[in-house]
């Protein structure tokens, strides 16, 4: 099973999970949000704003940094029948208008709506949009499943390299197992070797990346004991 | 000392400041929209900056451990310029955020019938949005501009325990304490109040429905100025509970009735790599 698939699996097990954690009021709200949504798609752009505060915005039981009003949003997402560019021109005004909570919710939600290609490459301007941020949070939420999946692949080893800037672990990004190559092992090193020249640490988690191709270390300088 | 700044623009300030109110106590703030000193033109600067207030600003207080609310409205500078009258129509959407506390700052600046309309109207969104309402009092006339927003306020319905008028001074505390609204204060370095006139208007109007704020902007401002009223507070003889209810207690009830405050700890995860804002590269 791929690091993609995972993580999609662990995405839609919140729903499950998403049942237990709200109360009845939370569930009531949920219910029929969902039912106007169903009536119409567009009542999701009033409706997003207010899911903290109708469900609650506490941890989600058994599923580690994620929030509530999260689950619920992502949940509303789900319920829209759209596909392809009229689904990405909807996500869009939903992320567009969001404050930073509901932002990261879109982002999050991403893979699971494109889980069969229903959306296509039209969520790419959300994802491309939230790694030209200064905000570690949104930079983690696009690089998720659908970034892995859709990113072209210079933007992905720009957003990889943004994640190491921005003190993203790379452990939140999908798909590297798969699509972290040369080019990206050539940058890498070539980060560490300015910080190290610098005298500055370099964290430790490109050093996996690196070692893949061991000729791009040729010439530079790396820390200590990294080869 | 814990302290609540209840209106400071941080936009402005640098994250020295935020280390330096976090040394001083504050631990949390509002930031209401206003103007940024060049005038805007259209209303996508405004969406820019309203975006800004609700994700950017919190996200970098919260690296501090400072939790950062904001207020949303067509501010009185601008209200008057038909370029940015548009504006009116975007800020519903942005009175439905979790992140916002308030309609504000709406008031007068020249009172013109531009700006009665303005003010008029926010009053009604705030009323639609259950949220209370922060008003600015002008700078020029500012006790016919105080009286003024008054008597709107009262036209609107709106109980007045829901509005706080700000920027008072000696010619204006008395007529607002009579209304029942909050009572704000502004302390620059030397303009609108100083800490000792504070002091001297809290002892003889007393603490209920007081707030003190820094205010703080572009212009000359000081962003401790909250932590120097607290200290001139005690050393004219006040208690640390008096303190503690200008301080934090008054603005907390204020902006709770949004019931959208949320004052547990900024969250540590939102960190990773230190107390510092990352550039990206």
Redesign the interface.
Known sequence: MTHVDQTLDRERSLDGALDGALDERGRRWLAQALERIREREEAVL?LF??A??ACG?GPMPGAP?VTVDQAVRERLLTALSSRGAELGELLWRVYR?G???E?IAVLRALGRLDADGALGEHGLRIVRDAIR?????MIEAAVGPYGARRLPDAEYRQAV??CV?????LSAVAGLEQRADRELARMLADYAHERTVAGRDVPADVRPLIRRHPDVTEGRRLPEGWL | MRIFDPHIHMTSRTTDDYEAMYTAGVRAVVEPAFWLGQPRTSPDTFVDYF?SL???E??RASQFGIRHHCTIALNPKEAGDPRCRPVLDLVP?YL????VVAVGEVGYDSMTPEEDEAFAAQLEMARNADLPVLVHTPHRDKAAGTRRSLDVVRESGLPPERVLIDHLNETTVAMVKESGCWMGFSVYPDTKMDEDRMVRILKEYGTERMLVNSAADWGRSDPLKTRRVGEAMLAAGFTDVDVETVLWDNPVAFYAQS??L?LAEAEP??C??GNT?????
């Open positions: 009033e704003p207010v903290g505060r915005r940094g208008y404050d930073a909570a932002r941020t200064n905000d570690a949070r390299l943004k800037f921005v003190g993203v672990p | 975006d609700l994700g950017w919190p996200y959407r439905a955020k979790d992140g019931g959208r949320d995860a939102a990773y790599a804002i990352e550039r990206g590269g």
